[in-house]
């Protein structure tokens, strides 16, 4: 992988997702996720997808933790519906939950996850820089949902997308790390 193939087969400029990872669409049908601790995650949260997709580890490693919930009497978290728009605001789904973690799995250079749609997860960087090579395995299969901990004003994950230049500056750095 070299920052020139990547600029050749983009489909559009890299932005950063506020899950804390810049998303690059290629033309070659699929996306690549670039992880490091110079991407800000404002918008952090547990989630899932609306579709089922596969993820493959290109370049360091990433920890997968899968969550469930259960609902509680009074909780710090709730769990939320959101149409991943900007400017769209959640729809409370249940006002007080308890998250747990249910499995985790590390992914390697190498290795594949295939995550399902209702698959509540979150991801934790175990290297200074991770790529992942992502893509849908399903069409459309319902509204993404959040766990949030109420504490925490919502912020949608398409807002603050980063300059193309300062994206591909980080991109580059990621590449060339050794």
């Known amino acids: 992988m070299n920052i020139d193939f990547l600029i050749e087969n983009s489909k559009g400029d890299p932005w950063q997702h506020g899950l804390g990872f810049i998303k690059l669409h290629t033309r070659l049908g699929y996306s690549l996720n670039f992880h490091s601790d110079l991407i800000p995650s404002p918008a952090r949260n547990l989630h899932n997808h609306t579709k089922n997709f596969r993820s493959e580890c290109l370049l360091g490693s990433i920890k997968n933790i899968i969550y469930d919930y259960k609902k509680?009497?009074?909780s710090d978290w709730c769990l939320?519906?959101?149409?991943?728009?900007?400017?769209?605001?959640?729809?409370v789904l249940e006002e007080n939950i308890y998250p747990y973690v249910v499995s985790e799995e590390i992914?390697?250079?190498?290795d594949i996850i295939n995550h399902k749609h209702n698959e509540i997860h979150?991801?934790?960087?175990?290297?200074?820089?991770?790529?992942?090579?992502?893509?849908?395995?399903s069409e459309y299969l319902h509204v993404a949902h959040i766990i949030r901990d109420k504490k925490n004003d919502f912020q949608c994950a398409y807002e603050n997308k980063?300059?193309?230049?300062?994206?591909?500056?980080?991109?580059?750095?990621?590449?060339?790390?050794k």
């Open 72 to 74: 509680v009497r009074i």
């Open 80 to 91: 939320e519906s959101i149409v991943c728009k900007e400017g769209n605001k959640p729809k």
């Open 107 to 110: 992914q390697n250079e190498g």
């Open 122 to 137: 979150d991801f934790k960087l175990l290297t200074k820089h991770a790529c992942t090579k992502f893509n849908y395995t």
């Open 162 to 177: 980063g300059t193309p230049e300062k994206n591909w500056e980080i991109i580059r750095e990621i590449i060339n790390y």
